[in-house]
């Protein structure tokens, strides 16, 4: 499954894009949109939407995980912030693509094994798990470890589903081998 991770931003948004196939990881592609500061906050908008569009017609995702945002102390920094991932949100879904979200929590565990770690452990991780030559770009290594963090967590959603699916029972009714009787 091919799975683009992007963490938006109003100067820089990250994008990767890994491979998994059961439990090995592979790196596809990564990079950071530099976004002019100099333009009006539609344009920059389109840039975010046009560049995401173009890697996802690229490397042909199934998937996209993104971060959930949290509120800033800075309310009209959530809200521009929020703008950015709108851009994003509508590139993955002009292409039909579904997205899952994380915590930041949620992705720092998935990749480092703490919730609380720093940016350079995310990045230093990214590198080992991917087996990158060198440290991605903080950008980068955002938008690769929500993907990262999708492949460890989504074996275990559909796993969840599939109990559920199969164990929703009546009264009257038992299980036996996984068949309702």
């Known amino acids: 499954m091919r799975i683009i991770g992007i963490d938006p931003g109003l100067r820089k948004t990250g994008f990767g894009v890994i491979e998994q196939n059961g439990n090995v990881m592979k790196y596809i592609a990564s990079g950071t949109i530099i976004i002019p500061t100099n333009v009006p906050l539609s344009e920059r908008l389109k840039v975010i939407f046009d560049n995401i569009n173009q890697v996802i017609r690229e490397t042909n995702p199934l998937v996209a995980a993104m971060e959930i945002i949290f509120m800033n102390t800075n309310p009209a920094t959530t809200l521009l912030l929020g703008q950015a991932r709108g851009a994003a949100l509508c590139a993955i879904a002009n292409n039909n ?80 081998k996984g068949r309702l009787i």
């Open 97 to 176: 693509i579904k997205v899952y979200e994380y915590t930041a929590l949620q992705i720092k565990k998935a990749v480092v094994g703490t919730g609380r770690a720093a940016k350079n452990q995310v990045q230093t991780m990214v590198q080992r798990l991917l087996s990158l030559n060198g440290l991605p770009s903080p950008d980068s290594a955002d938008a690769l470890s929500c993907a990262i963090c999708h492949s460890n967590i989504n074996p275990f959603r559909l796993i969840m589903r599939n109990l559920q699916n199969s164990n929703t029972i009546d009264k009257d009714k038992t299980i036996k």
